[in-house]
């Protein structure tokens, strides 16, 4: 059974950082796309960033790209979000997710789900 476990969000103030951490557990976890999403309050989910299994290629929303920065350890099982130059508008549940298709900015290509963990730019 595959799981997926955020961690790393809180609170931080405007152009402030945090980190997010997803740790999967699943053999397959290297062949994976990761990728992050976020959803608002009152909006729909929406795509942030992927890397593809091998981590030599990455994908980011227009929003986020030169401010976020996802990695990943295929020995730790592990992706990450580095978030930088925060803004209010970043706040949203941040949910990490895995799918087999390549490169996938695609909610319904993800198949495996973490349960999300809050992030939140104050003013």
């Known amino acids: 059974q595959v799981q997926l476990v955020e961690s790393g969000g809180g609170l931080v103030q405007a152009g402030g950082s945090l980190r997010l951490s997803c740790a999967a557990s699943g053999r397959t976890f290297s062949t994976w796309t990761m990728g992050w999403f976020r959803q608002a309050p009152g909006k729909e989910r929406e795509f942030v960033a992927a890397?593809?299994?091998?981590?030599?290629?990455?994908y980011y929303a227009d929003s986020v790209k030169g401010r976020f920065t996802i990695s990943r350890d295929n020995v730790k099982s592990t992706v990450y979000l580095q978030m930088n130059s925060l803004k209010p508008e970043d706040t949203a549940v941040y949910y990490c997710a895995g799918t087999v298709t390549f490169g996938s900015r695609w909610s319904y290509d993800y198949v495996y789900w973490g349960q999300g963990t809050q992030v939140t730019v104050s003013s």
């Open positions: 890397i593809s299994w091998s981590g030599g290629n990455t």
